[in-house]
C-alpha cells in the first residue's frame, strides 16, 4: 500500500460511535474507577486523546517513535531546547528563523548555552565548528529566504560520528517531500502552523523523535512546562495533514512555474527556487526531496525598498502577509517585515537584499498567480522608467 494511504487510514475511526472524523475531546479531566485506575487519560494536560490522536499521526509521517503537539512551532522548539544544560553549545544554520534566532540568542544564552552559526550548505564548516561542549545540531533546510539546501545525510553522519543531538526544522520541505529521520536525524520539529495545519487557520508546533527515549525526555518538558496544543487545535491539524501530500503536490508544480516565469521577466535580478537547475544547491535538494516546495523568493533589478514595496502592494491575489504553507497565496518583503531587525550588512551579505521578496504559493490556478505577478513587474518597470524620465528632467 503507498504511503498516502496507509496514512490517510492510519487515522482511527472512533470505536465508540464510529465517527469517521476523530472526536474533540473538549475536557480537562477524566473520571477515574478508582484513584490511579483510569481509561488511560487522566488529565488532559498530560493527555488528550485528540491531541493523542495528531501525536501518533505526526510520528507515522514522519518515520519516528514519539509524535508531540505543542501551542507553536516555538515552543516546540524551547521544549528540544530544554535537553542542554549550561556550558553546552549549539551549532546553528547561519540563516536561522528569527523566532528560533531570539529564543536561542535572547534566552537560552542567558541561561550560558553559547550558540554558533555557520554555513550549513558546506557540512565542513560544522566540522569546523564542534567543540567537545557542542551537544546540538540545529538546522533548517530549505532556509527562509533564500532557500539555501544542507546535505541532511552528510550532516547526520557528522552528528553520529561526534555523538551530538541532530534536529532539523522541517516546516518548510514537511515530511511530504523530505524525511530528515529517514536521512539521519535525532529529532524533527514543525511549526505546524505552516504546511502542516496548511489553511492558515492556527498556531501549533510538533515534534517527532527518532527513539523512544529521547522522545519521552521531551514529553516530560511538554507535560512539566504544559505547553500543549489544545484539542480543537488539533483536530484542525489533522484534518490538514490528511491534505497535506496533494497539497504539496500542487504547491511544488505551481511554484516551479511561477520561479520560470519569473526568470523571463525583465524587472527580476535573481530567481531562488531549489527545483531550478540554476540553484547552487539544486543537486542535494534533488538528492534527499521528493520536490522542491512552494516558496519562491527573487530581488528585483531595481534594488530598492520602494520598488519592493510597490511591487507587494500592487498584487491582488498574493496578500501581504508574514507567514507561509497555506491555500491563499501571499507575499512578504524580508528587509522591512521577518529580517528587520537584523543589521542591514549583515542582512544583505546573507543575501537578503532591499528588494528581496518570498513568496508563498497557494493553491490559486498558476496562470492567475502568473498574471497577477506579470502586472506588478510591469507596474515596476513603468515607475522605474519615470523615475528615470523625473531624474533627467
Ligand atoms: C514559523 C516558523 C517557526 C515558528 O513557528 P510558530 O508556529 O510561529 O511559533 C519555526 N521555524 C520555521 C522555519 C518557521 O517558518
Redesign the pocket.
Known sequence: MQATTQLIHSIPVDPLTGAISVPIYQTSTFVQDAPGVNKGYDYARSGNPTRATLESLLATLEGGEVGLAFS????A?DAIAKLLKTGDEIIAVDDI?G??YRLFTQVYQQFGIKINFVDTSDPANILDAITPQTKLIWL?TPT?PTLKISDIEAIGKIAKAHNILFCV?N??ATPALQKPLLLGADIVVH????YLGGHSDL???AVVTKDKELGARIKFFQNACGNILGPFDSWLVIRGIETLHLRLRQHCTTALEIAQFLQTHPAVDKVYYPGLATHPNHAIAKKQSKGFGGIVTFSLKQDTVEAATGFATSTHLFKLAE??GGIKSLISHPATMTHKTIPADKRQSAGVVDSLLRLSIGLEEAEDLIEDLQAALDGVLAQSAKNLSTAAA
Request: no cysteine.
Open positions: 507553536s512551532g516555538l515552543a522548539i528563523y523566532g528560533a533548517e527562509n526544522d516546516t518548510f511549526s505546524a502552523t505552516k498556531i501549533a508546533g507567514s507561509l
